[in-house]
T-cell receptor, first 114, second 115 residues
Framework: DAGVTQSPTHLIKTRGQHVTLRCSPI?????VSWYQQVLGQGPQFIFQYYEKEERGRGNFPDRFSARQFPNYSSELNVNALLLGDSALYLC?????????????FGEGSWLTVV | AQTVTQSQPEMSVQEAETVTLSCTYD???????LFWYKQPPSRQMILVIR??????QNATENRFSVNFQKAAKSFSLKISDSQLGDAAMYFCAYTSASGTYKYIFGTGTRLKVLA
């Protein structure tokens, strides 16, 4: 079975622009989470979605938004990009919503804001 | 708020030797889960091992084992018979058994394996 897939793998954007990152979970997984990993740090939680509803949100500004589709894939949107948004954005999926369910990560989308 | 601390930014080990990576955490909850993830240069986070806080027995996965000390809030990872492919960043992570489902990660330990 395919793992978590993310696209694009790398992208460069200019300050003030908007970006959309995409994620397809492992087949059979209904929960998707997004994490931001700045260079030299551990991943920071952004969102969790389950059954198309937002179930958790980290300490990120309203410029960050996400959604989950009926096929359980997800998009992360970031508006008005800042230099500080440059990071690896990781998507993770799990079978169910509960915290007893281990999350499995994709390879991430490298975002560089110039 | 829960926190996860990894105090070793970098560790080195000779191939075939054993190394232990440290992790401490802070929480007021009694039920939670702890994880070690490996992040090689490819950047994909790979699950190494998982521990349920309600289980006293330490988790093991082949060459990887943990020393879970709940009272001390310590969760170390032991890698036996280290291999060149073990070289990576290792992250300790915590998630509550109730409420939010976010994972809280430490800052990571870079493991170098010397041939």
């Amino acid at each position: 079975d395919a793992g978590v897939t993310q696209s694009p793998t790398h992208l460069i954007k200019t300050r003030g622009q908007h970006v959309t990152l995409r994620c397809s979970p492992i087949s059979g997984h209904k929960s998707v989470s997004w994490y931001q990993q700045v260079l030299g740090q551990g991943p920071q939680f952004i969102f969790q979605y389950y059954e198309k509803e937002e179930r958790g949100r980290g300490n990120f500004p309203d410029r960050f938004s996400a959604r989950q589709f009926p096929n359980y894939s997800s998009e992360l949107n970031v508006n008005a990009l800042l230099l500080g948004d440059s990071a690896l954005y990781l998507c993770a999926s799990s079978r169910q919503q509960g915290s007893g369910n281990t999350i499995y990560f994709g390879e991430g989308s490298w975002l560089t804001v110039v | 708020a829960q926190t996860v601390t990894q105090s070793q930014p970098e560790m080195s080990v000779q191939e075939a030797e054993t190394v232990t990576l440290s992790c401490t955490y802070d929480t007021s909850e009694s039920d939670y889960y702890l994880f070690w993830y490996k992040q090689p240069p490819s950047r994909q986070m790979i699950l190494v091992i998982r521990q349920e806080a309600y289980k006293q027995q330490n988790a093991t996965e082949n060459r990887f084992s943990v020393n879970f000390q709940k009272a001390a809030k310590s969760f170390s990872l032991k890698i036996s018979d280290s291999q060149l492919g073990d070289a990576a960043m290792y992250f300790c992570a915590y998630t509550s058994a109730s409420g939010t489902y976010k994972y809280i990660f430490g800052t990571g330990t870079r493991l170098k394996v010397l041939a």
